[in-house]
């Protein structure tokens, strides 16, 4: 089945600054890539996500992009604020199959 | 729409017990998924239905685990004996063919 691994496991920032998480995955069959944010307690939700037939897609502060040769995806966030500290997972998706990476805690110190 | 809806939010057990977790997905959602997120091994994907039936359940850890999807609107994660390994949070989630995944809040299982 798909695995998908995601890195870093843990990033601080300062308030402003960029912060980049990336994934790779295994099964080329993937075609759907979403990312998901989840706070303390709460559940996973979507924050941004891209089809394999898209290389970027840009949301406000949020950003995503996709190389499926080399088979890996990339979040990035602009001016991260406070309130952007949280877990942020990335997935792929074969069919219904949908699996997701390991995490990264992210800490924007103000 | 109320979202995807779990019962119950919170138990605690003791060894040996029976579990059994509740979900209902969105209205209009044929796609239902179990996944259960732990510290040492975050979200793994438990088992998923599509249109009521069960597609791919290798990720259910043991026979201890079952799931079952009587109807569009229902389904249920049960453990039977529980142990306390199987603490963690359990999310149900849907969605509509391919579409986005809508999460519930989670059941937050803890097995003394």
């Known amino acids: 089945g798909e695995n998908v691994e995601q890195h870093p496991s843990t990033l601080s920032v300062q308030e402003g600054d960029s912060a980049v998480i990336k994934c790779t995955y295994s099964d080329s069959a993937s075609n759907y890539f979403p990312w998901y944010k989840q706070e303390l307690g709460k559940r996973p939700q979507l924050i941004i996500d891209i089809r394999s037939n898209v290389g970027e897609k840009k949301d406000q502060r949020i950003a995503v992009t996709l190389n499926k040769t080399a088979k890996h995806f990339s979040l990035h966030i602009t001016e991260t604020q406070p309130e952007d500290s949280a877990v942020y997972f990335c997935a792929a998706r074969v069919d219904n199959d949908m699996r997701f990476g390991a995490g990264t805690r992210l800490t924007v110190k103000p | 729409d109320a979202g995807v809806i779990q019962s119950p939010r919170h138990e605690v057990t003791e060894m040996g017990q029976e579990v059994t977790l509740r979900c209902k997905p969105i209205s209009g959602h044929n796609s239902l998924f179990w996944y259960r997120q732990t510290m040492m091994r975050g979200l793994e994907l438990l088992i998923y239905?599509?249109?009521?039936?069960?597609?791919?359940d290798s990720g259910m850890p043991e026979d201890r685990f079952s799931a079952k999807m009587p109807n569009a609107s229902f389904s249920t994660l049960k453990i039977q004996p529980s142990e306390p390994r199987d603490s963690a949070v359990y999310f149900c989630?849907?969605?509509?063919?391919?579409?986005?995944?809508?999460f519930g809040e989670g059941s937050w299982l803890t097995v003394v």
């Open positions: 239905f599509n249109n009521n039936v069960p597609i791919d």
């Open positions: 989630a849907s969605s509509t063919g391919l579409g986005t995944i809508y």
